[in-house]
């Protein structure tokens, strides 16, 4: 039972490039979420999903893409990115008024 | 803007002193969560506290949550030098949905040995 799981765990990009993160849950979980997490800003939203096939913005959505093909996997694009995007991306998983669970995050660092 | 406001930013003990930390919300919420982060790590789940709850425990943990105030405060009894951490309270708004959850920006402990 592995729980979150993110790759990749660490990513240099230039700007302009575009990449995919994903994450992986083997909680059979219906909601799965995308975090980013800046200094001194806790957490927040970017995507998130409510089942397979779905998926819905959150607080800061501009610049991401997901997708939400398979219920065990919640996929998050960075179609041109910025230095802005700079940041540390937790994904998480949980069902509605229950706690989440997190993955151990990818350090993304945009030059 | 940030639903849940952490107090203190920050706050450093000696072990075996107890540690509390306070949350504040804007809107009404289903229930408030508590989570620990390690630095460089991901969040790990403490305590939930429905919206109908006063207070609830979980070993070394007591949380109390004042819904005509918006509060939440977490109590860490007895701490140790592991538990250095950030705290962050996570509450999921009414108007949202009951799972869509907003994090605050987190109390950093330190606990001295």
């Known amino acids: 039972n592995a729980g979150v799981t993110q790759t990749p765990k660490f990513r240099v990009l230039k700007t302009g490039q575009s990449m995919t993160l994903l994450c992986a849950q083997d909680?059979?979980?219906?909601?799965m979420y995308w975090y980013r997490q800046d200094p001194g800003m806790g957490l927040r939203l970017i995507h998130y999903s409510v089942g397979e096939g779905t998926t819905a913005k959150g607080e800061v959505p501009d610049g991401y893409n997901v997708s939400r093909l398979k219920k065990q996997n919640f996929l998050l694009g960075l179609e041109s990115a910025a230095p802005s995007q700079t940041s540390v991306y937790f994904c998480a998983s949980g069902e509605a008024h229950y706690e989440q669970y997190f993955g151990p995050g990818t350090r993304l660092t945009v030059t | 803007s940030q639903q849940g406001e952490e107090d203190p930013q920050a706050l450093s003990i000696q072990e075996g002193e107890n540690a509390t930390m306070n949350c504040s919300y804007k809107?009404?919420?289903?229930?408030l969560q508590w989570y620990r982060q390690n630095s460089g790590r991901g969040l790990v789940h403490l305590i939930l506290?429905?919206?109908?709850?006063r207070e609830k425990h979980s070993g070394r943990l007591r949380v109390t949550l004042d819904t005509s105030k918006k509060s939440s405060s977490l109590l860490i009894t007895a701490s140790r030098a592991a538990d250095t951490a950030s705290y962050f309270c996570a509450t999921a708004p009414l108007t949202s949905g009951t799972y869509k959850y907003i994090f605050g920006t987190g109390t950093r402990l330190k606990v001295l040995a």
């Open positions: 506290i429905r919206s109908n709850e």
């Open positions: 809107t009404s919420i289903n229930n």
């Open positions: 909680m059979n979980h219906e909601y």
